[in-house]
């Protein structure tokens, strides 16, 4: 009912449109050509566990990223740039719907043992894109639900290949042997095949179904979700870029990531289809520590995965629009991953889900590096409904929690076999202002009181909100996830 509602509003919008352009011509003398703008096509690419530090342009050395170097020379590379929770799941769903996940009920990892997903109703960036005459596909990891109902072919998408959960849910992953079956690879609705030995192909795979939509689709506009299982682990690399890099096994696997951003920006070149497209690139979180010599690296930031500190929630963000957007352009300001889908309805003219979402359109953003974010602040989340942090302008500012870290004293193993954690208790509240301390060292707090004051204003609302577990409050505007029928 909602979805028939919003399809209602954009047509009516779109048809008045149309007899906007139809009355242009009627208007027009034969010797003049009517310009009929065009929608731009859209290529969102996310990787998973991809460390802050893992691409050129952000300070790797021992990887080659030419192409995600090339497209951030081209576009705009954000320096701040943050993922509503520092884990899977939870980090999927507020991207695709704007609106922070707990405020939606997905919390943490799904697996093959959950029954639940991402509610249907629950408007998705495919979902307000297709009214507007969108192809739109999904190829990678899913991580929203493998049950029929949650697909992405229930979730606004018209095509889907790849595995509904993270590529480490499988038997032969060595911390997870004997608890989860085959990984299964879906089409659409359907399993077509289980892996149970080999992921080599998954990023090659991947890249070449998306190629070949975007050559089936060039004519007209397109949405593509490119979801990357790696470099999660386990990792698997093809033998086109084994051996490669200068940073062992993981090195490679970023190294094929960026092969497959330049076989896109290529096959768009091909096609002139580069300066009406839109290419964002970003990860879901960042690296996963104890992997060590298997994680990557969230360099200056402080820890990594499964952590609200900034090395586990700051990404890398290329974002490209040729012609439109700035060139080379780095913004240091805040933005984050709830703020794609509304910015994407802004450029596009796509109405908005009718469901309150938590993003605003960060267009300005793309033009002016002194330009901010239009919020007011950005919550931190994790653990399923803790409310961990507040990120307002140039300060963070943390509130009591438990947190994991890295136990002292470890060697670095380089067989996919993790390290242990420990958890540590922060007692007190804690502010860091992020641009004079990246690495988050130095707690400021005593130092500027009307700082704090500012964001706990802020944090009061989210709370009565969304709620927070931490102080006991219980939101009042959160929804369920879909459940499925017994």
Same mark, same amino acid.
């Given at each position: ?39 731009p ?13 893992d ?65 249907p ?10 009214? &507007?005459?969108?192809?739109?596909? =999904?190829?990678?990891? /899913?991580?929203? @639900?493998?049950h029929? *109902?949650? $697909? ?49 192909m ?19 506009p ?6 990357h ?7 698997f ?11 062992? &096994?993981?090195?490679?696997?970023? =190294?094929?990531?960026? /092969?497959?951003? @330049?076989q896109?920006? *290529?096959? $768009?070149?091909?096609?002139d ?21 298997h ?32 060139s ?127 964001i ?23 929804r ?7």
């Open positions: 009912m909602l979805k028939s509602i919003k399809f209602h509003l954009v047509m009516r919008k779109y048809l008045l449109f149309s007899v906007a352009i139809f009355l242009c011509f009627a208007c027009s003398t034969p010797e003049k050509t009517v310009e009929i703008p065009s929608l096509n859209i290529v969102l690419i996310f990787t998973d566990d991809q460390g802050y530090h691409v050129g342009v952000y300070g790797a050395s021992d990887i080659a990223t030419p192409h995600l170097d090339q497209l951030a020379s081209e576009g705009v590379q954000f320096t701040n740039f943050y993922v509503a929770q520092a884990v899977c799941s939870a980090s999927r769903a507020a991207l695709l719907t704007g609106a922070y996940s707990n405020r939606l009920g997905i919390h943490g990892a799904l697996d093959h043992m959950s029954r639940h997903g991402l509610h109703e629950e408007a998705t960036i495919a979902d307000i894109l297709k009214p &507007l005459g969108y192809a739109t596909a =999904m190829f990678g990891k /899913w991580h929203l @639900g493998h029929r *109902e949650f $697909l992405p072919t229930n979730q606004g998408f018209d095509e889907y290949l790849g595995i509904p959960y993270s590529n480490d849910m499988w038997p032969n992953h060595p911390q997870t042997k004997d608890y989860y079956p085959p990984l299964p690879l879906y089409q659409n609705d359907k399993i077509v095949d289980t892996i149970w030995n080999d992921q080599s998954f990023t090659t795979l991947f890249t070449e179904k998306s190629v070949d939509f975007i050559k089936r689709n060039k004519d007209k397109f949405f593509l979700y490119l979801a299982p790696m470099p999660h682990v386990p990792l690399v093809s033998d086109k870029f084994k051996g490669k890099s200068n940073r062992g &096994l993981y090195g490679d696997v970023i =190294m094929e990531i960026d /092969w497959s951003v @330049g896109i920006m *290529e096959t $768009l070149k091909q096609h289809l580069e300066e009406n497209t839109i290419v964002i690139f970003l990860s879901d979180n960042g690296p996963w520590l104890s992997y060590s010599g994680s990557g690296s969230a360099y200056p930031l402080r820890e990594g995965k499964g952590t609200s500190w900034d090395g586990g929630v700051k990404v890398p963000a290329i974002m490209r629009w040729k012609g439109t957007w700035a080379g352009l780095v913004q240091p300001n805040p933005a984050m991953s709830i703020d794609i889908l509304p910015t994407l309805a802004y450029l596009t003219g796509a109405a908005l889900p009718v469901k309150k979402i938590d993003g605003q359109s960060i267009h300005e953003m793309m033009q002016d590096a002194s330009a901010e974010s239009p919020q007011e602040g950005y919550a931190i989340y994790y653990n399923r409904n803790e409310l961990q942090a507040v990120v307002m302008g140039e300060w963070k500012l943390y509130f009591p929690h438990r947190y994991r870290s890295l136990a002292p004293g470890q060697q670095p193993r380089h067989d996919g076999i993790p390290l242990d954690y420990i958890m540590i208790g922060m007692e007190e509240m804690e502010l860091y202002h992020i641009p004079s301390d990246p690495s988050e060292m130095k707690n400021v707090i005593s130092e500027h009181l009307e700082v704090v004051e500012s706990l204003q802020f944090a009061a609302k989210v709370r009565e909100d969304i709620g927070d577990e931490l102080t006991g409050i219980k939101g009042q505007n959160v369920l996830p879909g459940q499925i029928s017994e």
